[in-house]
């Protein structure tokens, strides 16, 4: 028998677990006077975690390095887990209060523990971590975070999970330029997602490909997978993707020099781009851009200034 836990048994037989619900904020407030030790320690943590949600970041941050302090000063009394625990919540705290390069670093100090421990979960802390790196720019770090999720994830079995991994891994890649490793770990994520019969992430990584070879100039292969991911866009009539996939294929269709083409995708990509419920402004300033060029290409210099002149505003506005 748990305590704070039965089970109700619906009309239907099956069984409803019911639980106590997490106390509040002020609860915790109520519950600190009278906690000393780790358990002040974890009410502490839990009260970190309130304030980073309600954005008080120097809150939260004050409450965290406090639990932190307790832990240390239990020396070996204290599990480790519970002193990663507490530079985790400083870490989220610091990330609220924009302190990425600080957050990420202390991180790291959590995702070490966690490793020396082997703890089942810590390919979550660490596409936490690349993430973070990745909002920095340091591409290296956030690939390293990956590949370390990959390997984490191929030990436990959890092919979903490697699935994703593998695709941040490419994303990484990409950002490093290091194209022809992106496009086979792409493929490798693909095939464990089509496993897995996820159509959408399926066809997200064709998506991702086409761009690639885009990059690569090889506007053949970039049509074959950008129509593969335009297919599905469609059947799930998402704008989003439907706005990228044809500003793709414009991409393609202009390396390979065919103008009418590429001048229908990029017209039909803009529509989608604008028909979005949230317009995406570096979508559209990239379809835009790509217009331009389309139109300089075919001797419509008057068309192309037009666009770059509009564009030369939003860019200002942007900060670009």
């Not at 990956?146 to 994703?164: C, M, P, S, T, Y």
């Amino acid at each position: 028998m748990s305590v704070g836990r039965y089970t109700l048994r619906n009309p239907l037989g099956e069984g409803v677990a019911i639980e106590d619900k997490d106390p509040s904020e002020k609860e915790l407030w109520q519950q600190l006077p009278q906690t000393d030790g780790e358990e002040r320690a974890e009410v502490l943590l839990r009260l970190a975690q309130q304030a980073t949600y309600r954005g008080a970041g120097d809150e939260a941050l004050a409450l965290a390095e406090t639990a932190s302090e307790i832990y240390q000063s239990l020396g070996a009394k204290a599990a480790n887990a519970d002193i990663a625990n507490a530079y985790t919540g400083i870490s989220y705290s610091l990330k609220e209060l924009h302190r990425t390069q600080d957050a990420v670093n202390v991180l790291g100090k959590a995702v070490d523990i966690y490793r020396a421990d082997h703890y089942p979960f810590v390919d979550d802390l660490l596409r936490t971590q690349a993430i973070w790196y990745g909002e920095l720019g340091d591409w290296q770090n956030n690939l390293n975070c990956h590949l370390e999720a990959v390997r984490v994830n191929e030990i436990d079995g959890n092919q979903e999970w490697l699935a994703k991994s593998l695709y941040n891994v490419a994303v990484a890649y990409g950002q490093l330029n290091n194209f022809p490793e992106a496009i086979t770990t792409y493929r490798r994520a693909r095939d464990l997602f089509k496993e897995r019969k996820a159509i959408v992430e399926v066809a997200r990584c064709d998506e991702s490909i086409a761009g690639i070879f885009t990059e690569m100039k090889d506007g053949a292969e970039a049509l074959v997978h950008a129509n593969r991911a335009l297919d599905v866009a469609r059947t799930i009539a998402s704008d989003a993707r439907i706005a990228w996939c044809l500003a793709i294929k414009g991409e393609a269709h202009y390396l390979l020099e065919q103008w009418d083409e590429a001048n229908e995708a990029l017209s039909s990509a803009l529509f989608a781009a604008r028909s979005m419920y949230e317009t995406d402004w570096q979508l559209i300033v990239s379809i835009e851009t790509a217009q331009a060029m389309l139109y300089r290409a075919t001797d419509r210099e008057e068309l192309a200034a037009e666009i770059e002149g509009r564009l030369a505003t939003v860019r200002e506005i942007l900060g670009q």
